[in-house]
């Protein structure tokens, strides 16, 4: 069992930066360190459904969606069990609460499929314009 805990989220205007980052705490032993263990960014906001931002995977592997592609990157410090989301460029529709999310199952080990098992609480982002 894990527990991600997103921070950073806050207001900015138009144009200007954030990054998120996501704590990975595991209670109870996984079958491989969680750093190898796919993750990522979803992203939603009142009235849609959940979009996905951006994946890692355990060879550094990364994907992002469309509409943040050049503007966001994300990374994985494994010496401190913590993955973040660069957001720069920031957008009125960046507007969101952003989730991190993991699959810490066999499919998540490796590569991401587009499934995961363990979400965390989510961190506010709001851009003004």
């Known amino acids: 069992q894990v527990h991600l805990v997103e921070s950073g989220g806050g207001s900015v205007q138009a144009g200007g930066s954030l990054r998120l980052s996501c704590v990975v705490s595991?209670?109870?032993?996984?079958?491989?360190?969680?750093?190898?263990?796919?993750m990522a960014w979803y992203r939603q906001t009142p009235g849609k459904e959940r979009e996905g931002v951006a994946t890692?995977?355990?060879?550094?592997?990364?994907t992002y969606a469309d509409s943040v592609t050049a503007r966001f990157t994300i990374s994985r410090d494994n010496a401190k069990n913590t993955l973040y989301l660069e957001m720069s460029g920031l957008k009125g529709e960046d507007t969101a609460l952003y989730y991190c999310?993991?699959?810490?199952?066999?499919?998540?080990?490796?590569?991401?499929?587009?499934?995961?098992?363990?979400w965390g609480q989510g961190t506010q982002v709001t851009v003004s314009s």
């Open positions: 999310a993991g699959d810490f199952s066999w499919r998540g080990y490796g590569s991401c499929r587009g499934e995961f098992n363990t």
């Open positions: 595991v209670v109870q032993p996984l079958d491989a360190p969680a750093s190898e263990y796919c």
């Open positions: 890692l995977d355990r060879y550094g592997y990364t």
